[in-house]
């Protein structure tokens, strides 16, 4: 199986500031890449798929950049509705796996 | 609007099985592959299982494989989880969620989970 690892596990930031969460895959998987948010108690939320597309409704202050192992999910400036926990999830091997999660706190 | 709703979650001894069921609604249910993924409490999520728009092919994450079935009815608009043998290492939420399905300058592109239901929780416990 294709292991993915998130850095940080969590992370602490103010309202305004820009935030980097990284993804690394244990082999190269292109870019089937995504990544999700989840707030407590709700269902996750597709933000972008295929590392860098955004997924319609989501705010522009969100960005995805990568290809083969590494990945990173930007914030540009954080908001107070995005105070979560985020997820990428690789889709190069049809056995989906999901990093760890980096939960996102307020500072 | 697209909707998924799970249903079927409760308490079962260890040992013991339990069916899922995803109704789904707002969408061409037949033409798009269907997951389930899960989330024990506290932790993060692990991906499930896979079936085709056509229920052609099937795909199990190791933790499951042999124990739990995943299937649909497309007359039914209704996506199934059938899980034996069950453990207490099983319990958690269960969602149901939609394959991604779109094209980008003549590429299609799949795999991401664009609609996810709201859960249901399996406690497997004695």
């Known amino acids: 199986d294709i292991q993915m690892t998130q850095s940080p596990s969590s992370l602490s930031a103010s309202v305004g500031d820009r935030v980097t969460i990284t993804c690394r895959a244990s082999?190269?998987?292109?870019?089937?890449l995504n990544w999700y948010q989840q707030k407590p108690g709700k269902a996750p939320k597709l933000l972008i798929y295929?590392?860098?597309s955004l997924q319609s409704g989501v705010p522009s202050r969100f960005s995805g950049s990568g290809s083969g192992t590494d990945f990173t999910l930007t914030i540009s400036s954080l908001q107070p509705e995005d105070f979560a926990t985020y997820y990428c999830q690789q889709s190069y091997s049809t056995l989906r796996t999901f990093g760890q999660g980096t939960k996102l706190e307020i500072k | 609007q697209v909707q998924l709703v799970e249903s079927g979650g409760g308490v079962v001894q260890p040992g013991g099985s339990l069916r899922l069921s995803c109704a789904a609604s707002?969408?061409?249910?037949?033409?798009?592959?269907m997951h389930w993924v899960r989330q024990a409490p506290g932790k993060g999520l692990e991906w499930v299982a896979f079936i085709r728009y056509d229920g052609s092919n099937k795909y199990y994450a190791d933790s499951v494989k042999g124990r739990f079935t995943i299937s649909r009815d497309n007359s039914k608009n209704t996506l199934y989880l059938q899980m034996n043998s069950l453990r207490a290492e099983d319990t958690a939420v269960y969602y149901c969620?939609?394959?991604?399905?779109?094209?980008?300058?003549?590429?299609?592109?799949?795999?991401?989970?664009?609609?996810w239901g709201q859960g249901t929780l399996v406690t497997v416990s004695s």
């Open positions: 969620a939609k394959d991604l399905r779109v094209t980008i300058f003549g590429v299609v592109i799949t795999g991401a989970f664009d609609y």
């Open positions: 082999q190269s998987i292109s870019s089937y």
């Open positions: 707002g969408f061409t249910f037949s033409s798009y592959g």
């Open positions: 295929a590392a860098s």
